[in-house]
């Protein structure tokens, strides 16, 4: 997030796309309806389904799934051609303003709306416009603009709106993606990606290679960029991956295309997984390591506005389970490494000696309060939000980006569009919230969500069970009838394995930061005349 939670009461809008916020991140959720029906504040809401905050939007564009550029497009477009896009901010804080406004001038709001399955292009206008109008709007986004292999240009397309519209640097507005877990950012910014270090410094630069085997008292690190998670399933598949190590990650449940997962793992000379629980991954597993809950070890997360938190225990780990830092080091040591971490804390000031971001940031310090990074001294408090006087990179970069369509689109034979995503109820893939009797009970099994015209049409009826199959398998699944979600797409949450979202879904990535198109795939539906389950 560019911007901070407690931001929220100084927008004077919201533009929430991708996100069922408040279903997936409650809390800001709660605080976006709060200041829209308590205090007035103005509401955009676009996403595939009818989630609960497009009831009080003043607006809400229910788009077909993979559409996101097209509409970011099309409120752009109206900005330029009404002359309200903020001229001050773009000319002295942007750059690349005529190329993207030459790309931007076929999208206008009739052609958008044909891509969109929009009925009325006018009600584009009178958004783009109530946009613009306030100031400062903050743009909230989450995995329902990532998960596509457009998502990088969705992404860039979210960041080209806030410019022209002068929301980035100030209070109150920002892009501000929202992480589906509470240490995902802080994971990212310790280097747990394929291609960078610790705060984001590219593992192909070799002054940050010379860097790091300093710090790190080693030679022969790599500047090549690892494969990422699909990449890593396919490399194992075809034999080239060995062996995996897989740490808190579920992926037979959470990657796409889950029997390509599942064969791939067969495939492998040795795999090591440590979590809380036997997961469904896990029970692949040659050796299953047991690790400590959040409430049983010591450390810090850092959350989705960038905010660094202390982690304390409360309990004591059960049995064999033990802190995951620990079992690593001891990993590491029977190679040889010599590693010597007494407690996290020992790992922190590790982290801030090579990451610029964390450098002033101390366990002293955030016991006092919590803070938000960049904070390169000792003495500074933080960084409530990014950008305020100037881009990282000097200027900020506009770029022209044009839709482009779904990697699989729908024929005769898979005529339905698939959508995935969470529910309040359950927690990602399920392995600590289906171990809560309550949530389980709540919500015990999945559903596929039917427009009530589609279900008409393939004769079900609320409650039956459907097949559900897309090029990649099959499951059996409970129908529920609903009209949040348009005619001809459906909805499954992927928190159950019994019936797998993730069988069905493509594995299809992104170019750039080969992320899987888990949000759209074709599939079809049909009837099951056994209603046994």
Known sequence: M????????????????????????????????????????RLVVADPRRIELAKYADHFFQIKPGTNIAILNGFM??????????????ETRCEGFEGLARTLERYTPEYVAGICGLPDPDEIRRAARLLAACKPMALYYSMGITQFVSGVNGVKSTANLQMLLGNLGVAGGGVNPLRGQNNVQGACDVGALNNVYTAYQPVTSEENRAKFEKAWGVSGLSTKPGLTLVEMMNAAHDGTVKGFYIMGENPVLSDPNQQHVIEALEHCEFLVVQDIFLTETAVHADVVLPACSFLEKEGTVTNTERRVQPMHKVLPPPGDARDDWWIIQEIANRMRAGWRYEKPEDIFEEIRTVTPSYAGITYERIEKGAIQWPCPTADHPGTQYLHKDRFSRGLGLLTPIDYTPPAEGTDREYPLVLTTGRLLEHFH???????????????????????PSDAQALDVKDGEIVAVSTRRGSIRIRARIAEKSKPHVVFIPFHFYESCANRLTIDCLDPVCKIPEYKVCSCRIDKITNQEW
């Open 2 to 41: 560019t911007n901070s939670i407690r931001e929220i009461p100084l927008s004077a809008g919201f533009f929430v796309i991708g996100s069922n916020t408040t279903d997936n991140h409650p809390v800001i959720g709660s605080m976006i309806k709060n200041e829209v029906i308590n205090k007035g504040k």
């Open 77 to 90: 477009h109206v900005l330029l051609r009404e002359d309200l896009y903020d001229k001050a901010y773009v």
């Open 429 to 451: 893939s399920g392995t600590m919230s289906r171990n809560s009797r309550v949530l389980d009970e709540m919500v015990p099994e999945g559903f596929v969500e039917i427009h």
